[in-house]
T-cell receptor, first 110, second 113 residues
Framework: DAKTTQPNSMESNEEEPVHLPCNHSTISGTDYIHWYRQLPSQGPEYVIH???SNVNNRMASLAIAEDRKSSTLILHRATLRDAAVYYC???????????FGTGTRLLVSP | DTAVSQTPKYLVTQMGNDKSIKCEQNLGHDTMYWYKQDSKKFLKIMFS???????INETVPNRFSPKSPDKAHLNLHINSLELGDSAVYFC????????????FGSGTRLTVV
């Protein structure tokens, strides 16, 4: 299974942008890059995914490096409700298997 | 209208007992999963079913037996419960071939005493 590496924790102030990095140097050509977040006492929640091009949705933006060996999840204006553990994962469409790493705990201060 | 629902939400039981956790999804997805999240918050896939067929079976003790009566349901039966089985179990679903995201349930916290 391809591995992802993320910082253990990051801090942000409310209303500021947050850039959450992820390295996935062993990504294969058919792997999608997925991001999930898990709020306390809840199940993981899908945030965004992409293959090669940058992606935007109502929750976040995903910037994918040209060589696809890294990506960055961008929260444009952090709120207190964005405090969660953010997981960067890879999904091989053949087996549709998501393998989670340890994630980044995002702390948001008022 | 919950997309992926699990029951029960909490389960406290004694060692050696047998218990089941149920999961249902109303998203029309063709694939369902069970994940285990241990006390260190590490999420690990256990099983996956696609249209009632087992496609992923990670190294899980055979005391754990999943059953999928139809593509909208995936249940998890655990025999002879052990202390180490205490964890939060999450069910999820997705549509294979789209590369799209999983939808997770809210989890079942199992405590074995």
């Amino acid at each position: 299974d391809a591995k992802t590496t993320q910082p253990n924790s990051m801090e942000s102030n409310e209303e500021e942008p947050v850039h959450l990095p992820c390295n996935h140097s062993t990504i294969s050509g058919t792997d999608y890059i997925h991001w999930y977040r898990q709020l306390p006492s809840q199940g993981p929640e899908y945030v965004i995914h992409g293959l090669t091009s940058n992606v935007n949705n109502r929750m976040a933006s995903l910037a994918i490096a040209e060589d696809r060996k890294s990506s960055t999840l961008i929260l444009h204006r952090a709120t207190l409700r964005d405090a969660a553990v953010y997981y960067c994962t890879l999904m091989n469409t053949g087996f549709q298997k998501l393998v989670f790493g340890t994630g980044t705990r995002l702390l948001v201060s008022p | 209208d919950t997309a992926v629902s699990q029951t029960p939400k909490y389960l406290v039981t004694q060692m050696g007992n047998d218990k089941s956790i149920k999961c249902e999804q109303n998203l029309g997805h063709d694939t369902m999963y069970w994940y285990k999240q241990d006390s260190k918050k590490f999420l690990k896939i256990m099983f996956s079913y696609n249209n009632k067929e087992l496609i992923i079976n990670e190294t899980v003790p055979n005391r754990f037996s999943p059953k999928s009566p139809d593509k909208a349901h995936l249940n998890l039966h655990i025999n002879s419960l052990e202390l180490g089985d205490s964890a939060v179990y999450f069910c999820a679903s997705s549509q294979v071939g789209t590369g799209g995201g999983y939808t997770f349930g809210s989890g079942t916290r199992l405590t074995v005493v």
